[in-house]
């Protein structure tokens, strides 16, 4: 029944033998009264007023979960009990206590600050009590007289059963011990990887569960029950209790309840009273509240069981004392094996992309498990097996019924096996053949060597590293387990003698590349002899100018800035060789032979879709053989044959090996009876080649996803489509026409990236210039990763400073230039008519934080791609990134070009317009500047004012405006004649310029604002009549007349920059008063007069 995972298994008269004397207040505090404990939680009594049927009110007692975690003497939580029943009795007895004092706790914490709470409306929860460290007799008492002690951590129900204790992680059990009123919020354990167990042996707990459930099904199911997207977030990748938690997340209701029901989601609603267990499966989201005496609002959907269960036992507080542990559920069938390690190494894969350390350790647990499993096979079928203890015969012992037998456990985990044996041999075999690509300069220091031979085989007396032990064998980066292989950093072994561990996954997409990862306690300098320093390019040896270092004595670079030390890396194999791994998985296949169970098929092409970086399955074309397959891929085979048949003249395949297969071959034009006897063989797993072909970004999620090459014996299929796409979908025409463009390695390395949106949210007026800062979306599918390497600092902003510029401008209800140049500090390099750029390019972005980058945001990327795509240079790209270094915009275009992408033809089709359009506000843009400075130039008329308005024709009148535009009319702008509006609309032919000193305010068209009849801006004129200094060409270089030092004018330089303290405070004095003067008092308040006028036009 455990198995089952739309049932909830409740168990009754477990612990009735465990001794009752070693669970009680004089014991524990006894044992552990003096020690400090550190996780309590607080829950404060709130009350709020509802309606109730008829039309009254009433009120609703409830408890809100403070932030932060208290600690305190675990002597002194129990006169924290103490104090609150003999505060209740007072009340029961009705005595007086209207003094509050009475009703105050105090407690000192472990670093000496006392705190008072009240006793009455605060429940302090103790959480997580180790029983296995602080009271070890009390958990050998649960451990031997539990009665169904096999569920326990490590038991004979539990996947860690094969691994040795010191390499099990660390599952509990612990004690929990809480007044009435405090609760859990919905979670799953382990971050969906463990199965737990609950234990009430006090107390009641009112328990919400949900049926195991995808990841997209479990945020639908908490939206359904919470009302919250970000929390479901939370609840999947976040703790029980902590401190992010939105404090108006009530109890799910009962029609909340009710549509989980109709969704299939299986809900199950009940109360856990005392001597009673419940299995929570590994994924499962579960809900604990503590039973208190209060009534609860008729929504709510434990009202009516807990009105039923107080009139049997009362209203009388009792005290919730409970035992919890998390375990891997093994499994009893060889079905049921296959969904528990299936569903485990998926849901591991969903928290390496979240960057989060996962409880269980399926692949260790896995490979005990197979050999343990294939001795135990072997041992029995051996008929002159004997025993090396003297005087006992294996045929006189017997066993338990209740645990599956070795070829039962071999039939469920044979499928996951092959998955992580051929995992970790294509990592090797990569490491062996590869080592690493050569011609990059940032790699080209990059070495990668194998172990000769696993850690097991080292001396454990010489040997520093304990391989069965549970401690650093997790990724640095990604926190993956590192089951049997893992690599190990040359240089912190060396340099540091320390442990620098990573998975190869990690490795191979470059995250070692850090500018800094701490490994020293306390240092924090980037110096290769304290820290893991891996991105280190430079090539400087003896006396290098940075002078922040020795030479290293093992590569002679300098430590401050060149060792390469960190960049070498050595495979590691933790238990066997890979020669050792594959042995053991063939003799579970030869033990199972032909005998796999009937979800063998299904099962390892959910698992191969992880490595092609998504967790759908994707549609995989296979070879032909004489032996049938699974009903579920036999009738995606047909559909795929239909779609192939039925559109031959549409789908035109670009490379007949990409798209077109042996089987598509010979069953075009056969019937749909006929198909259905085609025959299709399972996966060949000693046949399949993985290959990083592309990084892709899905959607707003910032984390990158692999997209994978699969060569299978006679094909080689590149196409993964979506959920709900088909083949009919996919545009080869346009792939046709991009395919002659791409580099030569496009038969190797090649993606078509299928869009779900492709359709962009893009500015569509190109009359209104403010709708230029306005973001769109971007499409799933970018095909570039913001990368830190390709990336540098804009305009001297921080990652703080820049990412409140973004925030604050996404809060201005009229995004102009000055508006948005306002928003930046005063540090800032970022010019005035770049800032506009800045904030468009990142509105719908969230903030990436490299080292000391900012990265590339998917918008730039996309820019970038498409200028690229059409062979334009970084000059062209910076029209639209003016505030990118044109380097930066260089190396990036490079990395895209080196990768040799296809691009699909819907992406480049939504890169033309978003570009396009972006092109044409920019100009429209630059054509309203220019109006603008001309009229001024001119003696442009002042405003109308308000009597003269009386007297002229009034727009909100006028027939040919809508509504709308009527609405958009300033108070003091009302009325136009014919010469303003034919001035504005026909513009000024004569040719424009920038301004001769400051350089063209303009770049290819697309740039700023324009100047006409005056040749220089307004800050360089306040410059001229001080005689400072004066022209020599226009756009070139410039002297200083009265210091006759010549400068050099950048475009984020300030020209006082190499100027004497005094003048430059002379300079910056005048400036900012002119400044103030002149654009503020002149060009803001007539550009947005003559602004105004123009949308009129």
Same mark, same amino acid.
Request: charged residues 25%; aromatic residues 6%.
């Given at each position: 029944m455990m198995e089952r995972d739309d049932i909830t298994v409740i168990s009754e008269g477990l612990a009735d033998e465990i001794s009752a004397s070693l669970w009680t207040k004089e014991y524990i505090t006894g044992c552990i009264g003096s020690e400090y404990h550190h996780k309590f939680r607080a829950f404060q009594k709130k009350s709020r007023t509802v309606a109730t049927k008829d039309d009254s009110t009433s009120t609703i007692e409830y408890h809100e979960e403070q932030r932060g975690w208290y600690s305190m003497k675990v002597a002194s939580y129990f006169d924290y009990l103490e104090k609150r029943r003999s505060v209740q009795d007072k009340q029961q007895e009705e005595s007086d206590i209207s003094d509050g004092s009475e009703k105050m706790f105090s407690f000192e914490d472990s670093n000496g600050k006392e705190h008072c709470i009240n006793a009455e409306e605060v429940s302090l929860y103790m959480v997580d009590v180790d029983l296995i460290k602080l009271l070890p007799k009390s958990f050998e008492d649960l451990q031997n007289n539990f009665k169904l002690s096999s569920i326990l951590p490590g038991g004979s129900h539990c996947m860690m059963n094969a691994v040795n204790i010191n390499g099990r992680p660390f599952m509990g059990p612990n004690l929990y011990i809480t007044p009435p009123s405090s609760f859990t919020h919905f979670h799953q354990d382990g971050h969906g990887t463990v199965d737990s167990g609950h234990l009430c042996l006090s107390g009641y707990n009112e328990v919400v569960m949900l049926r195991r459930l995808p990841e997209r099904h479990k945020c639908r199911a908490l939206e359904l029950l919470n009302g919250s997207s970000h929390s479901s977030y939370s609840a999947l990748y976040g703790l029980p209790h902590r401190d992010d938690l939105?404090?108006?997340?009530?109890?799910?209701?009962?029609?909340?309840?009710?549509?989980?029901?109709?969704?299939?989601?299986?809900?199950?609603?009940?109360?856990?009273?005392?001597? *009673?267990?419940?299995? #929570?499966? %590994?994924?499962?989201?579960?809900?604990?509240?503590?039973?208190s005496t209060s009534s609860l609002h008729g929504t709510d959907c434990h009202h009516d069981l807990r009105q039923k269960l107080q009139e049997s036992i009362g209203n009388i507080e009792q005290l919730c004392f409970s035992i919890a542990w998390d375990w891997m559920f093994k499994g009893v069938t060889s079905e049921g094996i296959n969904r528990e390690l299936s569903s485990i190494l998926e849901c591991v894969h969903?928290?390496?992309? @979240? !960057?989060?350390?996962?409880?269980?350790?399926?692949?260790?647990?896995?490979?005990?498990?197979?050999?343990?499993?294939?001795?135990?096979?072997?041992?029995?079928?051996?008929?002159?097996?004997?025993?090396?203890?003297?005087?006992?015969?294996?045929?006189?012992?017997?066993?338990?019924?209740?645990?599956?037998?070795?070829?039962?456990?071999? &039939?469920?985990?044979?499928?996951?096996?092959?998955?992580?044996? @051929?995992? @970790?041999?294509?990592?090797?075999?990569?490491?062996?053949?590869?080592?690493?690509? %050569?011609?990059?300069?940032?790699?080209?220091?990059?070495?990668?060597?194998?172990?000769?031979?696993?850690?097991?085989?080292?001396?454990?007396?010489?040997?520093?590293?304990?391989?069965?032990?549970?401690?650093?064998?997790?990724?640095?980066?990604?926190?993956e387990e590192l089951s049997n292989i893992y690599m190990h950093c040359d240089g912190c072994e060396k340099l540091l003698n320390k442990d620098f561990n990573i998975c190869s996954n990690c490795h191979k997409e470059g995250k070692y590349r850090v500018s800094f990862y701490q490994m020293h306690p306390f240092s924090t300098k980037r110096f290769s002899v304290l820290n893991h320093t891996g991105n280190m390019i430079l090539e400087r040896a003896a006396r290098c100018p940075c002078k922040n270092g020795k030479p290293c004595n093992n590569c002679n670079f300098c430590t401050g800035c060149s060792c390469k030390c960190h960049q070498q890396f050595t495979l590691h194999y933790r238990f066997m060789g890979i020669d050792d791994e594959l042995q053991l998985l063939s003799e579970?296949?030869?033990?199972?032979?032909?005998?796999?169970?009937?979800?063998?098929?299904?099962?390892?092409?959910?698992?191969?879709?992880?490595?092609?970086?998504?967790?759908?399955?994707?549609?995989?074309?296979?070879?032909?053989?004489?032996? &049938?397959?699974?009903?579920?891929?036999?009738?995606?085979?047909?559909?795929?044959?239909?779609?192939?048949?039925?559109?031959?003249?549409?789908?035109?395949?670009?490379?007949?090996?990409?798209?077109?297969?042996?089987?598509? %071959? &010979?069953?075009r034009g056969k019937s749909k009876a006929e198909r259905k006897n085609l025959v299709i063989p399972p996966i060949n797993f000693n046949s399949i080649k993985i290959?990083?072909?592309?990084?892709?970004?899905?959607?707003? !999620?910032?984390?990158?996803? #692999?997209?994978?090459?699969?060569?299978?014996?006679?094909?080689?299929?590149?196409?993964?489509?979506?959920?709900? %796409?088909?083949?009919d979908s996919v545009d080869f025409d346009a792939v046709q026409s991009i395919?002659?463009?791409?580099?030569?390695?496009? *038969?190797?390395?090649?993606?078509? +990236?299928?869009?779900?949106?492709?359709?962009?949210?893009?500015?569509?007026?190109?009359?209104?210039?403010?709708?230029?800062?306005?973001?769109y979306t971007a499409p799933r599918g970018t095909v570039i990763p913001p990368d830190e390497s390709v990336a540098s600092g804009i305009g001297k902003l921080t990652h703080k400073t820049f990412s409140d510029f973004i925030k604050n401008a996404r809060l201005l209800e009229s995004r102009t230039e000055e508006a948005l140049a306002r928003l930046l500090p005063r540090t800032s390099r970022v010019r005035s008519d770049e800032v506009r750029h800045l904030y468009r390019n990142f509105a719908d972005c969230p903030i990436i934080e490299g080292d000391s980058s900012i990265i590339f945001s998917r918008r730039e990327i996309d820019i970038v791609n498409y200028y690229s795509?059409?062979?334009?240079?970084?000059?062209?790209?910076?029209?639209?990134?003016?505030?990118?270094?044109?380097?930066?915009?260089? *190396?990036?275009?490079?990395? #895209?070009?080196?990768?040799?992408?296809? +691009?699909?033809?819907?992406?480049?089709?939504?890169?033309?317009?978003?570009?396009?359009?972006?092109?044409?506000?920019?100009?429209?843009?630059?054509?309203?500047?220019?109006?603008?400075? @001309?009229?001024?130039?001119?003696?442009?008329?002042?405003?109308?004012?308000? #009597?003269?308005?009386?007297?002229? +024709?009034?727009? &909100?009148?006028?027939?040919?405006?809508?509504?709308?535009?009527?609405?958009?009319?300033? *108070?003091?702008?009302?009325?136009?004649?014919?010469?303003?509006?034919k001035l504005v609309s026909d513009g000024d032919p004569r040719p424009v310029f920038g301004c001769a000193w400051c350089g063209p305010k303009i770049r290819a068209g697309y740039e700023g604002p324009l100047l006409v009849k005056s040749k220089l801006c307004p800050t360089c004129k306040v410059f001229e009549k001080e005689g400072y200094y004066s022209r020599m060409t226009a756009g070139g270089s410039k002297k200083l007349s009265v210091l006759e030092t010549k400068l050099c004018f950048g475009p984020i330089k300030p020209f006082y920059r190499e100027q004497p303290t005094r003048l430059q405070n002379l300079i910056r004095r005048r400036l900012d008063a002119e400044r103030r003067k002149a654009l503020e008092a002149e060009e803001n308040f007539v550009q947005e007069f003559w602004y105004n006028f123009h949308l009129l036009t």
């Open positions: 939105d404090p108006s997340l009530g109890w799910p209701t009962k029609g909340a309840i009710r549509f989980c029901k109709e969704m299939g989601y299986c809900p199950s609603v009940f109360i856990l009273k005392p001597g *009673q267990m419940v299995h #929570i499966n %590994k994924g499962r989201l579960h809900a604990f509240r503590k039973l969903l928290n390496r992309a @979240h !960057n989060l350390q996962s409880l269980a350790i399926p692949e260790t647990a896995l490979l005990f498990l197979a050999k343990e499993n294939v001795a135990k096979y072997n041992t029995a079928s051996k008929n002159d097996s004997a025993s090396l203890i003297q005087g006992r015969s294996l045929s006189a012992e017997s066993t338990s019924g209740l645990e599956p037998d070795p070829m039962t456990v071999l &039939r469920g985990i044979l499928t996951s096996l092959q998955y992580v044996v @051929h995992r @970790h041999n294509s990592a090797v075999s990569m490491s062996k053949e590869r080592g690493w690509e %050569k011609g990059d300069k940032q790699n080209k220091w990059a070495k990668i060597s194998v172990d000769a031979k696993p850690n097991t085989w080292q001396d454990p007396g010489t040997f520093s590293l304990d391989p069965y032990g549970s401690g650093d064998f997790f990724c640095k980066f990604c926190m579970a296949e030869r033990i199972v032979g032909t005998d796999k169970i009937s979800h063998a098929d299904e099962t390892s092409a959910r698992l191969l879709s992880l490595l092609s970086g998504t967790c759908i399955t994707n549609t995989i074309i296979e070879q032909a053989s004489p032996r &049938r397959r699974s009903s579920l891929i036999q009738e995606e085979m047909e559909d795929l044959e239909e779609t192939y048949s039925e559109k031959e003249e549409k789908l035109k395949r670009p490379r007949e090996d990409l798209t077109t297969s042996a089987v598509s %071959k &010979r069953s290959d990083t072909a592309v990084t892709v970004l899905s959607g707003s !999620n910032t984390i990158p996803a #692999i997209v994978k090459e699969v060569d299978f014996p006679s094909m080689r299929l590149n196409v993964f489509l979506t959920e709900g %796409k088909t083949f395919t002659s463009s791409t580099s030569d390695s496009f *038969q190797t390395r090649c993606a078509f +990236l299928i869009q779900e949106d492709v359709e962009p949210v893009c500015p569509s007026s190109v009359d209104d210039v403010s709708r230029a800062s306005i973001a795509f059409l062979g334009k240079v970084p000059r062209d790209m910076a029209t639209l990134m003016p505030y990118r270094a044109e380097k930066d915009l260089r *190396q990036l275009a490079k990395v #895209i070009e080196d990768m040799g992408l296809c +691009l699909s033809g819907d992406y480049v089709k939504m890169l033309s317009e978003t570009v396009g359009i972006l092109h044409s506000l920019e100009t429209s843009a630059a054509q309203n500047a220019a109006k603008t400075v @001309h009229l001024k130039a001119n003696g442009a008329p002042a405003p109308p004012n308000p #009597i003269k308005v009386k007297k002229q +024709l009034n727009l &909100r009148q006028s027939p040919e405006l809508t509504e709308e535009e009527r609405e958009m009319l300033p *108070q003091w702008a009302v009325s136009k004649t014919v010469e303003w509006r």
